[in-house]
């Protein structure tokens, strides 16, 4: 299968096999957020935004949005979700707007689709160059340094009398700046089961190298991968949730 052809091909899973994620959560610790660091502005970009979960929420908290994805099928499923947004097909790690944005957001480890560290490192610039003054650009990251090869995480769920079985891993082979996300997708029906696997190669980075990366262009504050609860992080968890103040 080619790299992102799960968002291509099986855009139409996409919704099912992030079902176990809390959206509301998440986006309403990202607007809290945004609130403490940011500017008061309103006008929000989602990087990577697939079909649109977050954005549904930042438009009902009163956010004018605008998405942008590389994949149209995603784009289009997101369209529908959120007619008031606007969107764009375009490549994070090379995008210009005409209007400036007060928050960017890049969730669900996206950021780590930039291929490679110089494209990472045009994603970050081109994000600094799209915010207002103390514009905030907030992801959430893996340390490569931290990443279990054995631990995957799964969850499975119905749909229209098919039971769909997902399950999700990193895999670092211990050096370099490449790492891979390993997914896996089962649909079974009375009779029959199909698997489909897939790999997506991605830019494998630590903390402290995210920070030298985004020092030049931001405050970098970082926390812990808690949507409940604001905590600084603990030097030691490999998820964490980057806070960037544009300077
Ligand atoms: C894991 S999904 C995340 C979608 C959404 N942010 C969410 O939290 O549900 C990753 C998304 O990144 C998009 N993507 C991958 N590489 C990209 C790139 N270079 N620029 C923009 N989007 C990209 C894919 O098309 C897909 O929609």
Redesign the pocket.
Known sequence: MSP?AL??DLSGY?DLM?AD?D?QAQSTSVSRLHKLFGNDGKRHL??????G??LRRFIDFGYSCHG????QP?LDRALQRCPEAQFAQ????NFRFEQSFDLIT?????IH???GLD?LRSCIQSAHSALSANGVFCFNAVDKTKIDNTRFVGHSTTHEDNTFVFRSGWHYEGSGDRQSLKLSIQKLTDDTSQLWHDEHAMVALSFADFSRLLAPYFDVHIFEHDYERILPWDGTSGNALFVCVKT
């Open positions: 992102n968002y291509t996409y992030c994620i959206y989602d990087l990577a935004c697939g079909t979960p977050h942008l994805d590389i994949n995603m375009l490549d994070m790690c890049c969730f669900l480890y996206s689709y930039s291929n494209a």
